[in-house]
């Protein structure tokens, strides 16, 4: 028995000495340091200091707030997770796990309260791979030198780590960066007029890397020697983005100098933001800074700028140089070529879509006359359709004698020539598919073809149109709605068109007798494409009866422009002299 004595008391100084040794710290179980069999305890917080609910054996459990009545008044909190603690938690609460009911009077001392419930200093920076120490705050307010720490709600004696305890402190022989930084609570035993409680307070650990502000200083931006383009009346910023090495209290310094005239002896520190630290990579942290040009003048460009970065230990700096930014106009090298394209796409889609009317247009306006036309036998192929009379056609057929206030004379036509001035005009109202044959073959001498006339009945009627046109020089289409609405007469017009895409010496001309009540008309079925797109472009006349002499007149004489040259003539010298003075 003595000799276990001694050997006690030899061991347990070098325990206390060596305690990186093993794990020495005295293993705790049961309420977070309590023994299994006490279901009822007491707990000290500091105000403003974190603070996190005992767990009962290890155990996660969830305690709530005890009203004076016994019920539960909330809220409730989870051994596991930490809180900042305030006067409002003081209180009692309850819990149960395992059958077994625990309670626990929990009192958050104000900041106002003896030296003892002062919150202090409660971060540690502890250095990466290298040993540390943890101290308890306020653990000289106690004699009870007794202190068990966690690190959140696990002891830290159940770590598989070499850490032990000596007066208070918390030893760590390595510390590690990926598992020890956190908050870690130390709890000690008080008594206060016979009653114990356990005083917690709590520690942040952070761990930061081992080393000393002794490697070099790495500029990120600018280069040195670079130059920057700025725009004269501009503001312009420079920045400089600087790696220092880490070191625990920070003595990094950026700054601007600008240097007249390149000469670094000569400097004036420009205005700067303040600088922005942060972004560690790895062992070292970046400090960034710009300075501020709030216009660029032409002065600017003949100084240098260098950026001075300096620490505890070296400076380092760079320098750089300002040019006048070369503007690159978009109409130049973009803007050309871009609405070049665009004009050749465009037209590219208008030739793609308006094809067929450009061809229209060429041949019926700038090609008829380049064919040989002396073998056509009719000089006219003229198609329509007879329509019934209308009040207002029957005005427009009543045509004016020679005397009232809008005659020819009046109206700028010789009378003489006026093919609607003969006795027969008068006498008798003629639509104009019955006065057009006579004026197109008695007074002008053209060889016309009209299909119930001159086409031998019996053939088909398809083939006799088709070679009817190729067999005249000119086809004329009286249109009106009637007209539109006769699917032969619509026929007609569209194999003129297509002949005269097939380049036929055969000239088109359309005659619209009533162009308003034909556009009123919805034509069941719908016009072929291709005669609307033609209705569209093709020469065309409007018959003007019913207006003024002058209108007539003028019809008149552009039908006379738009004939076709015809071979013989039927008409006497007087009579072709006085056509020339008519047209």
């Given at each position: 028995m003595q000799t276990g004595h001694v050997l006690f008391f030899f061991i347990f100084p070098v325990v206390l000495e060596g305690c990186c040794v093993g794990n020495h710290q005295k293993k705790r179980t049961g309420l977070m340091g309590l023994q299994q069999n006490t279901t009822h305890q007491r707990y000290r917080a500091v105000e403003g200091e974190s603070f996190i609910m005992p767990c009962v054996k290890s155990e996660s459990v969830v305690w709530s707030r005890i009203r004076e009545d016994g019920g539960n008044e909330g809220p409730s909190y989870d051994c596991e997770k930490e809180f900042p603690a305030e006067v409002k938690h003081s209180g009692n609460y309850t819990c149960h796990t395992g059958g077994s009911k625990y309670f626990l009077h929990l009192q958050v001392e104000e900041k106002s309260s003896p030296s003892c419930f002062q919150p202090e200093e409660s971060t540690v920076e502890l250095y990466n791979s290298a040993g540390g120490e943890i101290p308890c705050p306020r653990y000289d307010c106690s004699n009870n030198t007794d202190v068990t720490w966690y690190k959140g709600n696990r002891a830290v004696s159940e770590m598989k780590r070499a850490p032990c305890e000596k007066d208070g402190l918390l030893h760590l022989c390595q510390v590690k960066a990926e598992s020890d930084p956190g908050v870690y609570f130390c709890d000690r035993q008080i008594i206060e007029q016979g009653v114990m409680w356990t005083f917690r307070r709590a520690v942040k650990v952070e761990v930061i890397p081992y080393s000393e502000p002794s490697g070099p200083l790495r500029f990120m931006s600018p280069a040195d020697n670079a130059t920057e383009e700025v725009e004269l009346g501009q503001t312009h910023n420079l920045t400089c983005k600087v790696f220092f090495p880490y070191e625990k209290r920070i003595s990094a310094k950026v700054q601007w100098f600008m240097n007249y005239n390149g000469n670094k002896e000569n400097m004036t520190l420009l205005p700067m933001e303040p600088p922005q630290y942060g972004f560690k990579i790895r062992e070292e942290y970046g400090v960034t800074r710009r300075a501020?040009?709030?216009?660029?003048?032409?002065?600017?460009?003949?100084?240098?700028?260098?950026?001075?970065?300096?620490?505890?230990?070296?400076?380092?700096?760079?320098?750089?140089?300002?040019?006048?930014?070369?503007?690159?106009?978009?109409?130049?090298?973009?803007?050309?070529?871009?609405?070049?394209?665009?004009?050749?796409?465009?037209?590219?889609?208008?030739?793609?879509?308006?094809?067929?009317?450009?061809?229209?247009?060429?041949?019926?306006?700038?090609?008829?006359?380049?064919?040989?036309?002396?073998?056509?036998?009719?000089?006219?192929?003229?198609?329509?359709?007879?329509?019934?009379?209308?009040?207002?056609?029957?005005?427009?057929?009543?045509?004016?004698?020679?005397?009232?206030?809008?005659?020819?004379?009046?109206?700028?036509?010789?009378?003489?020539?006026?093919?609607?001035?003969?006795?027969?005009?008068?006498?008798?109202?003629?639509?104009?598919?019955?006065?057009?044959?006579?004026?197109?073959?008695?007074?002008?001498?053209?060889?016309?073809?009209?299909?119930?006339?001159?086409?031998l009945p019996g053939g088909a009627y398809t083939n006799d149109v088709v070679l009817t046109i190729q067999r005249s020089k000119m086809l004329i289409c009286l249109l009106s709605a009637d007209y539109l609405c006769n699917s032969d007469a619509v026929f007609v017009l569209e194999s003129g068109v297509q002949a005269l895409l097939q380049n036929s010496a055969i000239k088109l001309l359309l005659i619209w007798t009533s162009r308003d009540s034909a556009s009123l008309i919805q034509q069941d079925p719908p016009l072929p494409t291709l005669v609307q797109r033609a209705l569209k472009v093709l020469p065309s006349l409007n018959w003007t009866s019913g207006k003024p002499a002058r209108a007539t007149c003028n019809f008149w004489r552009s039908l006379r422009k738009a004939m076709p040259h015809h071979r013989v003539k039927l008409v006497s010298d007087m009579q072709d002299q006085s056509l020339n003075g008519y047209i």
């Open positions: 501020i040009i709030k216009e660029v003048t032409q002065q600017h460009l003949k100084h240098t700028y260098t950026c001075i970065a300096s620490n505890t230990v070296r400076n380092n700096s760079v320098t750089i140089k300002l040019k006048k930014k070369t503007t690159v106009k978009l109409p130049c090298l973009v803007g050309y070529p871009l609405v070049s394209f665009l004009l050749v796409s465009g037209l590219g889609i208008i030739l793609h879509v308006k094809w067929m009317e450009l061809q229209l247009i060429y041949r019926s306006h700038f090609q008829h006359g380049k064919h040989d036309e002396d073998n056509k036998e009719f000089d006219v192929f003229l198609s329509y359709v007879w329509s019934p009379p209308s009040a207002e056609g029957e005005r427009g057929w009543t045509f004016s004698s020679g005397s009232g206030p809008n005659t020819d004379e009046e109206a700028g036509c010789p009378p003489s020539m006026d093919p609607l001035n003969s006795e027969e005009g008068k006498a008798t109202q003629k639509p104009l598919q019955v006065l057009l044959p006579q004026v197109l073959e008695e007074q002008w001498g053209y060889r016309l073809c009209l299909l119930e006339r001159d086409v």
